[in-house]
């Protein structure tokens, strides 16, 4: 063969393997990425597609109810359609507040301190306002594109039929902010999106919140709701029954009305509080969908101070109604005789000055120095007795420490002991003034109206003291559901025999029948006993007006305890306002001059 005809041998060459190469690359990547896909993710990805082909909702619960002794409703529910922000998103698109101002009439500053409240929640819808209209939620829930990080709800919200009475007991409900959320986990507890921020909300708040509910829907690619798949129903509240008579918390408020002080009424026989006042109040309906900055400043700001509870936070010298606890310190010292008279020649000598009294009543005994209020007679009682026997009396009355009502704020007011004596006077010395001053509560003594109102119920009960409490009872959120009384303490006995309560409770009866309070606390057909005070303070050349009593004399069902600032003697103010409270929770609406008029009652018989 011819070496021109000879096959030529060609080499492979890279190049030539690259198209090959390539395409052998390509197959096991998307083989690799099949089977990750297909195995590896596999129920990762079912549970993704499963999200977005499903929602969850979560739906609120209703707060239970809030009821008075007689079942009249103080805090209900009823739906409201609420406006929500995810705060991100506004920071993203800040004029969409605007629009939504705008739409409402809602002050942009205040929407804007509603998400700030809910910034440490950025990605969170939470509630910036409450109650608009139909109109607006439709508006907004149709151009929901325009509306970034707005959405509408239709809640379960708390309303409070009568927005000014019980204010100060009852709270107000709003978001959650962080310390709200620890102290619910704390107790083990998943915050709602609503919780109580004061008063009787905040206190009962794991009974009121109920558990939330869910519902579960199908939706298609854009979030619209398809069908239901599956609800869980929200459990709401439980519901509390208050000791309080709402009626009398009503009259208590009116009689009170265009001063500034405190009313507190008790049942003796168990503690209840039956009505819990403090003037000049404030309206709650402020709080509602949220308070602005505006509105809480000038709140803050104002002079009267309305959100303020005097009943309970409130402490000031108790003037002549303390002589019920110097008569209690004289006994415990051992001297009290309710037959030995002191001479009151109008005033008494202590240290280098005198000490006057409100006139010159001669010899006087224990009856006759109550019911005239004899600063002469019990400053000698207590000089006697000592400033020792004077704070035992104080303790055994609960004087000088918080009573333990179910509220936030109570103040224990100032009982002047040794350490207090110590840190806040400079030599650090107690005078032979300071006991005269005490004995007639004056000088560094001071109480709350509440308190005061503790101290006549224990007298009411002949030396046994229950507690102040403003729960009755708490009921399960079924209509078929029964109260069950609240667990109260134990009862305590001050330490004195009943022949000083029964001196004591008739020198109050004195006190209204013949003394400083006859005029002025007399209530037809009805026997009952109270001592006036008036107490003189820095603030103003007025006195402030005390008035403490207990009614029926014989089987009382009211202990009661009125504050006025700066009004005057006790019997000229405080005492005809207890009586129109004390007349009213006995009689109710009928008058007692209709009473007697048509037929009348035998002094302590009591409908």
Request: charged fraction near 20%; proline fraction near 6%.
């Amino acid at each position: 063969m011819s070496v021109i005809h000879a096959p030529i041998e060609k080499k492979a060459e890279f190049k030539h393997l690259i198209v090959p190469v390539l395409f052998l690359l390509i197959f096991v990547i998307f083989f690799l990425r099949l089977w990750y896909l297909q195995v590896a993710q596999a129920d990762n990805l079912r549970e993704r597609a499963e999200a977005l082909r499903t929602m969850s909702v979560t739906k609120l619960a209703p707060r239970g109810l809030i009821v008075d002794r007689k079942d009249r409703l103080l805090a209900g529910i009823k739906p409201v359609i609420v406006i929500t922000a995810k705060p991100r998103e506004i920071q993203r698109h800040p004029e969409v507040l605007r629009h939504v101002s705008d739409m409402t009439g809602i002050p942009l500053q205040k929407l804007e301190d509603e998400v700030a409240k809910n910034a440490w929640l950025p990605d969170v819808h939470a509630p910036i306002t409450a109650g608009v209209s139909i109109e607006v939620a439709t508006r907004i829930a149709e151009s929901q594109d325009e509306y970034p990080g707005i959405g509408v709800e239709s809640q379960p919200m708390r309303y409070y039929p009568d927005t000014k009475t019980h204010c100060h007991i009852l709270g107000y409900v709003w978001t959650p902010n962080d310390k709200d959320v620890k102290r619910l986990e704390d107790l083990k507890l998943k915050p709602p999106k609503y919780v109580g921020k004061v008063g009787i909300e905040y206190i009962y708040e794991p009974m009121l919140m109920g558990s939330a509910g869910r519902e579960m829907l199908e939706v298609n690619a854009r979030r619209t709701r398809l069908y239901d798949i599956a609800t869980e129903r929200a459990t709401p509240g439980k519901k509390l029954i208050l000791t309080l008579d709402a009626e009398l918390q009503r009259v208590a408020l009116q009689a009170l009305a265009g001063r500034k002080g405190g009313v507190a009424a008790i049942d003796p026989a168990t503690g209840e509080v039956l009505a819990l006042v403090s003037s000049p109040t404030f309206d709650a309906a402020w709080f509602e969908g949220g308070i602005s900055r505006a509105q809480f400043k000038m709140l803050q700001d104002d002079p009267d101070k309305p959100q303020f509870n005097r009943a309970i936070a409130g402490a000031y010298a108790p003037g002549s109604t303390f002589k019920i606890v110097t008569t209690l310190a004289s006994t415990l010292a051992g001297q009290f005789n309710p037959h030995s008279p002191v001479f009151c020649g109008g005033s008494v000598r202590v240290g280098n000055r005198n000490v006057r009294c409100m006139s010159r009543h001669g010899s006087v005994a224990f009856q006759s120095a109550l019911a005239k209020s004899c600063n002469v007679y019990f400053i000698t009682l207590g000089m006697r007795a000592g400033e020792n026997s004077l704070r035992k009396a104080c303790a055994e009355m609960g004087l000088g420490a918080k009573t333990g009502i179910d509220l936030l704020g109570e103040s224990g007011g100032i009982v002047p002991t040794d350490a207090w004596i110590k840190r806040w006077r400079p030599d650090g010395r107690w005078y032979p003034g300071d006991t005269a001053n005490f004995s007639i509560g004056q000088g560094e003594i001071s109480c709350t109206p509440l308190q005061m109102a503790h101290l006549i119920s224990i007298v009411a009960n002949n030396g046994v003291s229950h507690r102040p409490h403003l729960v009755k009872a708490i009921q399960e959120a079924m209509e078929t559901a029964t109260a069950t009384p609240l667990e109260t303490e134990p009862p305590r006995k001050v330490a004195a025999p009943l022949s000083m309560w029964t001196n004591l409770r008739s020198a109050l009866v004195q006190v209204i029948q013949s003394g400083t309070a006859r005029r002025t606390a007399t209530i037809p057909g009805l026997e009952w006993g109270g001592k006036t005070g008036s107490a003189e303070n820095r603030a103003n050349h007025l006195t402030h007006s005390w008035f403490v009593g207990f009614a029926p004399a014989d089987k009382p069902r009211i202990a009661i305890a009125v504050l006025v600032e700066n009004a005057g003697h006790g019997g000229d103010v405080a005492a005809p306002i207890a009586a129109e409270i004390v007349r009213h929770h006995l009689f109710g609406e009928r008058q007692s001059e209709g009473l007697v008029a048509a037929g009348g009652r035998s002094p302590n018989q009591v409908p």
